[in-house]
C-alpha cells in the first residue's frame, strides 16, 4: 500500500525516512524512558500515532478518546499486530472535556509528551448550532484546557494537531483551528 502511494506522489520512500533512520536509536531511548498521553488516540490521525508510539516501547502509554469503539478496535489492532509492550499500556474512553477527565489528570503521576489529537476536522460539522458548539469546544476550549492542566502537571511538551483550512480561515472549522493554534501559541509550551 504504501509503496502505490509513494510512486503516486513521485517519492521512493517515506520524506522522514532519512531522519528516522539517523536518529532511531536517540528515538527509542527517549520513547521508552517516557510518558505519553495522546487524547483523541482512537481518531483517523491519533490510531496511527498512538501505534508508532506504541512501536517504541513507552514508559507508560495512555491513550484517551470519547469513542469506545474506535478505542477496541485500536488495542486489536496493536495486539494483533505488535502483542504487548514491557511499558504500561493503557486506554480510558473518556471525553476530555468533562469532569472525568480533570480527576484523571489531576489524580494521575503526569506526562512527559501529551499529544492532542482530538478534533472535529469536518466542514460538514458546521451545519447546525449543536454541533457547530461541539467543534468550537472541542476544538478551541478543551484545547487550551488540557494544555493548562498537563502544563501544571509539569509535560515537556504538548502537541496539537491543526490543518491548512487555519492558514486563511473561510469556515468555521478553519477558524476554529486558527483559535486554537493562537491559543497555543500564546502559552507556548
Known amino acids: ?8 506522489i513521485g517519492r521512493t520512500k517515506p520524506l522522514f525516512d532519512d531522519d528516522v533512520r539517523t536518529h532511531e536509536k536517540e528515538l527509542n531511548d527517549i520513547v521508552s524512558s517516557s510518558r505519553f498521553l495522546v487524547i483523541g488516540g ?5 490510531s496511527a500515532v498512538s501505534k508508532e ?24 489492532d496493536i495486539r494483533s499486530s505488535m502483542g504487548y ?34 478534533a472535529l476536522k469536518h466542514v460538514r460539522s458546521e451545519k447546525d448550532p449543536y454541533t457547530l458548539m461541539r467543534m468550537i469546544d472541542t ?6 484546557k488540557t494544555m ?13 494537531v491543526s490543518t491548512d483550512k487555519a492558514a486563511n480561515p473561510v469556515n468555521m472549522m478553519g477558524a476554529s483551528k486558527r483559535i486554537m493554534e493562537m491559543f497555543l ?4 509550551l
Open 85 to 118: 509492550s514491557n511499558g504500561e499500556f493503557a486506554t480510558f474512553a473518556v471525553d476530555c472535556g468533562s469532569d472525568i477527565f480533570d480527576s484523571f489528570i489531576n489524580n494521575g503521576a503526569g506526562y512527559d509528551y501529551v499529544l492532542n489529537l482530538s
Open 1 to 8: 500500500m504504501i509503496d502505490n502511494i509513494l510512486s503516486l
Open 42 to 46: 482512537a481518531g483517523s490521525i491519533g
Open 185 to 188: 501559541m500564546r502559552r507556548s
Open 139 to 144: 476544538n478551541v476550549f478543551n484545547t487550551d
Open 53 to 76: 508510539i506504541f512501536s517504541r516501547n513507552p514508559r507508560v502509554l495512555h491513550v484517551v478518546d470519547i469513542s469506545e469503539n474506535n478505542m477496541v478496535e485500536l488495542v486489536r
Open 148 to 160: 493548562k492542566q498537563v502544563e501544571a502537571k509539569g509535560a515537556k511538551k504538548y502537541f496539537c
